[in-house]
């Protein structure tokens, strides 16, 4: 049983992302870097077009962004917005196995208290 449970906390904490929203006209470098396939060359990429464009009119825009190409923007496009607010979840390193054992209710947000 408590197999089975980290196993589903693990999945979990590692899912988290996949409801993620990002909004390229105003996420930081590091929020667009929780993106997949989108590390910092390609964050400051979008940055520099947002900047040099007035901003995205919509998501399509991200296309013309040196570096994004179809398959990109195909894994992208689900993720990320144009307006609203940018809503993204960093995973907190946890010895999972640890706060099985002790009861300890499993924090998946950078926002969370490690307990000791």
Same mark, same amino acid.
């Given at each position: 049983m408590k197999k089975m449970l980290f196993a589903i906390v693990l999945f979990l904490s590692f899912s988290i992302n996949a409801f993620a929203t990002v909004n390229l006209n105003t996420a930081t470098q590091a929020e667009l870097e929780t993106l997949k396939n989108i590390g910092p060359a390609k964050a400051i990429a979008i940055m520099d077009y947002r900047k040099k464009n007035g901003g995205f009119k919509s998501v399509d825009d991200l296309n013309n962004v040196p570096g994004i190409g179809d398959k990109t923007m195909a894994n992208l496009k689900a993720?990320?917005?144009?307006?609203?607010? #940018?809503?993204?979840? #960093?995973?907190?390193?946890?010895?999972?196995?640890?706060?099985?054992?002790?009861?300890?209710?499993?924090?998946?947000?950078?926002?969370? #208290?490690?307990t000791k």
């Open positions: 993720e990320v917005t144009v307006s609203g607010a #940018t809503k993204v979840t #960093t995973p907190v390193a946890i010895d999972a196995k640890k706060a099985i054992k002790a009861g300890t209710p499993i924090a998946t947000s950078a926002t969370a #208290t490690k």
